[in-house]
């Protein structure tokens, strides 16, 4: 694959508090394909006649796989929603247990992690949907559901789960749903699917991880640069399943220092024989979203809220003494 940003000299630097910077990384990560800003556009009008919306989240990243737009919508339009945490199986379960107090502490916000794959957790979902309308269960007021989600986070696996029958394509790349499609469940409750989507303008460091979990695509970024944050947080916030996948390193060592060992440790070398860090940084991407590593999660509830904008303090206006 074609280099499209620098190689990193060093890896990100650890943030106050706890937790990844990953500010100093010199590279940008834009993708935003044609189809989904008319899927945007649909998603948008289909809301509005929704009564609940499922939010596929990827458990690994569950703020960053979050669709900010559609969360203002929902608001906007005072739409419950469930959201689905997918993948639990690979992420972190103490992890995935405070995200899940978050977010069902929210106003009108159901939560519950599963793995799509699994018939018996899938069943959860629409159970879970009555809860939060109550009353919408006849052919008269029928449950009109909305789901939605990024790309790549296990939404058309989970549609063909919860459907019992092939009605998504699957694939292990973002972007293969390319437009809206609605599917009958029983004659009181009906279900619009759609492509998965971003939003244009995306921070840099939920860029990074939704890359690190395959949410993006790959053409968008450079392995080597997202392996390179990766395996600093890993470093930061995982030692230990990073020295019993990869083995020991020295103290103080950062994410490229990882990448590095790796391609010598597995005698990645390029042609001339020095170590070849594409190949090791592909290891660490593919061994991570493999789960091959451990079950891991990028992000905390605390982390998130130490890194919001905190408001500003109301300015004086009277009089000093």
Not at 10 to 33: K, Q, V
Not at 234 to 260: K, S
Request: one cysteine or more.
């Amino acid at each position: 694959m074609a280099r499209r940003a620098r190689r990193l000299k060093r890896g990100p630097r650890a943030a106050p508090g706890g937790g990844t910077c990953y500010g100093s990384l010199h590279m940008s990560i834009e993708w935003f394909p044609g189809h989904m800003l008319a899927a945007r556009k649909a998603a948008m009008e289909t809301m509005r006649r929704t009564d609940v919306v499922i939010e596929v989240l990827d458990a690994r990243v569950p703020h960053s796989s979050c669709n900010p737009d559609f969360e203002k919508l929902r608001r906007e339009n005072q739409r419950p929603a469930l959201k689905v945490l997918n993948k639990a199986d690979l992420a972190d379960p103490e992890r995935t247990r405070r995200w899940l107090a978050e977010l069902n502490a929210r106003p009108g916000v159901g939560a519950i992690a599963l793995s799509a794959k699994s018939r018996g957790e899938v069943r959860r979902i629409l159970p879970a949907c009555l809860a939060l309308a109550p009353g919408r269960t006849t052919p008269a007021r029928p449950l009109r559901m909305l789901i939605l989600g990024v790309p790549n986070a296990g939404k058309s696996t989970l549609m063909n789960t919860l459907l019992n029958r092939r009605v998504a394509k699957v694939g292990d790349e973002p972007a293969i749903t390319k437009s809206q499609m609605r599917h009958e469940i029983g004659p009181s409750m009906w279900l619009v699917d759609t492509p998965g989507m971003l939003w244009p303008g995306l921070a840099q460091e939920v860029a990074l991880k939704l890359a690190a979990v395959h949410s993006i695509g790959r053409n968008a970024y450079d392995d080597e640069s997202v392996a390179v944050a990766l395996a600093q947080y890993l470093l930061d916030d995982y030692p230990e399943q990073v020295t019993a996948r990869f083995g020991a390193l020295p103290p103080g060592a950062d994410g490229y220092a990882l990448i590095a060992a790796i391609a010598q440790r597995r005698s990645l070398v390029v042609k001339g024989g020095g170590p070849d860090v594409g190949k090791a940084a592909s290891v660490v991407l593919n061994e991570f979203r493999a789960g091959v590593v451990g079950r891991i999660t990028l992000e905390t509830v605390e982390q998130v809220a130490a890194r919001r904008p905190r408001p500003s303090p109301p300015t004086s206006t009277g009089r000093g003494g």
